[in-house]
């Protein structure tokens, strides 16, 4: 496989003629559509033999250069048709998927942010995890620092997942971002339920919170998994990538300086942020997609930090769009066999990144619950 570069004046016909596929193959591949349109330096995977480096694509690694296999898993606010798709295109590309997040409540409770009937809709599947959240900081605080109140949100955590039949548990960095001793005892109490009946724990944590503390290899070895987010950190004071490649690596590297590497899954994000502009300050959540066809639009071209590793577009007096394309994905997932990661975790803000499945097959074999 490759990445190609897309150029002023190129078409799916010269494309494929370039590579000798059908235009098909390269619009199902990356999900182009029925009237799909292309942008200059706008990035498509092409399933292509080639064995020349060219100036306009990149070649991909064979599967055999990784170690194998690792673990994919994925979280985003699916609808049941949404979901559905997801998992029919990531074919078996999926170790875990969190199609809804829950939300914790005063009374311990749980409960979802989206339609809970997207779970039954692809439970089969033996791969959808409950996805514990808070987003009210004083709900948060009361139930972590009340022994009692945590029990009672552990048993329910327990219900849900039995009553369910889930494979194992996430819990959010809108938890973690509380104070790291209480996270770690939480923690604790958590694996002291759900470890004794094999169901995997997967904790995100937020590098804002835990880089450089004690308390990251305290939790690195209570807890199956870890993510590390190391991206999409919440201040936006100006454009810039959601995931420079050197902050994920440093990151990366301090974690696994604490965490045994076969714990630690990268956080990738699978969206971009557009700031508006004179504003500049408000950067809103923007799909792969739209931020294409934005360009497409106003007939501008999508460019590359080298450095960063990054996607970005201007358009003159409206926007600046950062956002990750295939190239910054697959640059992303190298720090996986140079760290010796479990995996990848990727935030899926909307579904629409194809490609994504095929690069993840193309390079790794994909570890299965």
Not at 12 to 37: D, Q, R
Not at 276 to 296: E, M, R, V, Y
């Amino acid at each position: 496989m490759i990445i190609y570069v897309v150029k002023s004046g190129d078409s799916l016909y010269t494309i494929s003629e370039k590579f000798g596929m059908t235009t098909g193959k390269i619009t199902a591949v990356n999900g182009l559509g029925t009237h799909p349109y292309l942008v200059a330096g706008q990035a498509l995977l092409i399933p292509s033999h080639i064995t020349e480096q060219g100036n306009d694509h990149i070649i991909l690694l064979p599967k055999e250069t990784y170690h194998a296999p690792i673990s994919v898993y994925a979280e985003a606010v699916l609808s049941t048709f949404s979901a559905e798709n997801l998992v029919r295109e990531a074919g078996g590309c999926l170790t875990g998927l969190a199609p809804i997040g829950f939300e914790v409540k005063a009374d311990c409770n749980l409960v979802p942010v989206g339609d809970e009937e997207v779970i039954s809709k692809i439970r089969e599947e033996n791969i959808v995890f409950l996805h514990i959240m808070c987003k009210d900081t004083s709900v948060l605080s009361d139930v972590l620092t009340d022994e009692d109140k945590q029990w009672a949100l552990i048993q329910n955590i327990l219900k849900f997942i039995m009553e369910r039949g889930l494979r194992g548990l996430k819990i959010d960095s809108s938890i973690t971002c509380f104070a790291p001793p209480v996270v770690v005892r939480f923690a604790r109490n958590i694996m002291k339920v759900l470890q004794p009946l094999k169901i995997p724990v997967i904790a995100e944590l937020e590098p804002v919170f835990w880089h450089g503390t004690y308390s990251l290899a305290t939790i690195g070895n209570v807890v199956d998994m870890i993510i590390i987010k190391a991206y999409d950190l919440k201040h936006h004071p100006t454009p810039n990538a959601l995931a420079p490649l050197d902050f994920s690596e440093e990151i990366i590297s301090d974690a696994a300086s604490m965490i045994p590497t076969h714990k630690l899954l990268l956080g990738l994000p699978v969206y971009g942020r557009c700031w508006q502009i004179p504003d500049g300050k408000h950067a809103a959540i923007i799909s792969i997609n739209a931020a294409l066809a934005a360009a497409a639009r106003n007939n501008a071209v999508v460019k590359f930090d080298n450095t960063l590793q990054s996607a970005y577009l201007n358009i003159p007096d409206q926007q600046t769009i950062w956002f990750e394309d295939i190239r910054s994905i697959y640059s992303k997932l190298q720090l996986i066999p140079k760290y010796k990661l479990r995996g990848v975790s990727l935030d899926l803000y909307e579904y629409d990144a194809p490609a994504m499945w095929k690069l993840l097959g193309g390079m790794f074999d994909i570890e299965k619950m």
